[in-house]
């Protein structure tokens, strides 16, 4: 039974390489490595530089996993929400958790998603491609340039798809990375429109509680008595609404 199981997993696994070689031979460029041992298993003209275009976006998620919390809440800026080509859909002068864009990043490869996290983590898109620049350097990868974080077409903005698979492997290594491009889909909100899907809900707390969620949204006390509307206790209290979960 072993052998029989340990020959249909060596056929699956030949079948997957050879679809992925047969795939390769009508690329310009292709490049395969092992996820484990970054070894190259298959390469053609591995070294040729290339616009890279949307897998952009892995090296900005990158940047931005390992330097932000999930649960930061990014503001969105007129620059960001009028972007070009392909996009999150998120509105001007609305907020969202960093997650929430990263999602709208990866799902919908965002180009304003992308935009709104290069100026939350470091106040300009060309800063933050700096960062990314410093980090493909920290990978070693010597063909690969960021101009921006969305991928939009600029000469100097280019990497090979030895390099991408580099990036690519590093990415998986992250569990949120991991986690995100694992998801099919996915729904945000901005926090302005939570708020007022939850505003009409109505909460008792005693002074003994220190949190309670309740309709999707955590608030913590100092140790008052809240009796209520959320909706009249957040505006009057000045509580601090640490987590949304609609």
């Not at 310009?28 to 484990?36: D, F, G, H, Y």
């Not at 010597?142 to 090979?160: I, K, Q």
């Not at 809900?201 to 969620?213: E, F, I, M, N, R």
Request: aromatic share 6%.
């Amino acid at each position: 039974m072993k052998k029989i199981l340990a020959l249909v997993i060596m056929t699956i696994i030949t079948f997957s390489q050879l679809s992925a070689f047969a795939m390769a031979e009508s690329a310009e460029c292709a490049c395969v490595i092992n996820a484990l041992t970054g070894d190259v298993v298959f390469s053609k003209n591995m070294n040729q530089k290339h616009a890279m275009a949307s897998t952009t976006k892995i090296m900005t998620a990158i940047v931005a996993i390992e330097r932000c919390n999930m649960d930061e809440i990014v503001d969105v800026s007129a620059t960001a929400a009028n972007q070009e080509g392909s996009a999150a859909y998120i509105s001007e002068g609305n907020q969202y958790y960093m997650k929430d864009l990263l999602y709208g990043l990866m799902l919908n490869s965002g180009n304003d998603a992308a935009v709104a996290i290069a100026e939350h983590v470091s106040g300009s898109e060309e800063s933050f491609a700096e960062l990314m620049n410093e980090k493909a350097e920290e990978l070693g990868l010597g063909n690969t340039h960021f101009m921006n974080p969305s991928g939009l077409d600029n000469p100097e903005h280019y990497t090979t798809v030895y390099n991408l698979a580099l990036i690519a492997r590093y990415a998986m290594t992250l569990p949120q990375f991991r986690e995100i491009v694992a998801t099919q889909t996915a729904q945000a909100q901005a926090l302005k429109e939570r708020l007022e899907k939850i505003s009409g809900k109505t909460v008792l707390l005693t002074q003994k509680t220190d949190s309670t969620v309740l309709g999707g949204i955590r608030v913590e006390l100092e140790g008052k008595q809240l009796d209520g509307t959320v909706q009249e206790r957040l505006s009057s209290l000045k509580k601090k609404v640490t987590e949304i979960i609609v």
